[in-house]
């Protein structure tokens, strides 16, 4: 009975806590349609989003590029099969390793350094200054994240899905030896718009996700610098557990034939 009971506990407080953040996400979708809108702090997140995440997303991208060319090389010449390299690294690109690591990669960088912001800002007392100045926190300072993340990740996942698959062409051509037409042709004639498309849309909702996160574990975090470190490092392990999560579902949703 003991053990009911803590699962019971468990079960009744991951559902208020779902529910919560399903009303902030929701109260914060609201406001954001309603003016006024904030263009300088909206500017400033793309920037912090977008702009300053192109290091470490492309890096991560040409990497993965490369090792995965690598790796196929390894696996198909076992079955005399090495012409399908340039296929297998452009589809692993933009279907899932270009959203899912460009997705963990952004919510190391920006879901932390959100929650640290917001969370600051909420034992300072400085969202309380807002209210009081009659500016509501969640569209101030909620909404132009969600925004930001929703419209900058998929750019960030477009830029890397290049890189990663420019990553692979160095290793096929000057390393395995590939032909550098002949991969290039590899490479367009599997690849539909459809990847492409379900990379981005992927990314779109990974951002929305990571920001979603960190704002939220931000503005309720409570005990002064401790707690805002745990606020932190909730934002980052529920936004990457919600990425792999969202990852699959999309993935059913978008290919279930």
């Known amino acids: 009975m003991s053990f009911l009971r803590g699962l019971g506990r468990v ?23 309603r003016p006024p809108y904030y263009p300088r702090e909206i500017l400033r997140q793309f920037l912090d989003i977008g702009y300053f995440s192109l290091p470490v997303v492309g890096l991560t991208a040409l990497f993965s590029g490369m090792v995965l ?4 090389h390894t696996g198909f010449s076992r079955f005399s099969a090495e012409g399908a390299v340039a296929t297998v ?19 190391g960088r920006v879901g932390a350094s959100i929650a640290a912001e917001v969370g600051t800002m909420r034992v300072t007392e400085q969202i309380d200054a807002l209210t009081t ?3 509501n926190p969640l569209k101030y300072l909620v909404a132009p994240r969600l925004l ?8 960030l996942v477009l830029v890397a899905d290049i890189i990663g698959v420019f990553g692979g062409y160095l290793v096929g051509v000057y390393k395995l030896g590939f032909n550098p037409s002949t991969y290039l042709q590899e490479t367009v004639r599997y690849l539909e718009r459809e990847d492409v498309i379900s990379g981005l849309i992927k990314a779109a909702t990974f951002g929305v996700a990571v ?18 470190g745990r606020a932190t490092t909730l934002a980052v392990v529920s936004g990457s557990i919600l990425i792999l999560s969202l990852n699959y579902l999309l993935t059913a949703i978008l290919f279930h034939d």
């Open 133 to 135: 100045l009659s500016t």
């Open 11 to 33: 079960s009744i407080r991951f559902l208020q806590k779902t529910g919560a953040l399903a009303l902030f996400f929701l109260k914060t979708i609201f406001l954001a349609l």
């Open 211 to 228: 920001t979603l996160m960190g704002s939220y574990h931000g503005y309720y975090s409570k005990g002064g610098a401790q707690g805002v």
């Open 69 to 72: 060319a690598l790796q196929s």
């Open 148 to 155: 930001a993340g929703l419209l900058m990740l998929p750019l």
């Open 89 to 107: 690294v452009v589809l692993s690109i933009t279907r899932e390793l270009g959203p899912v690591l460009a997705g963990l990669m952004v919510a």
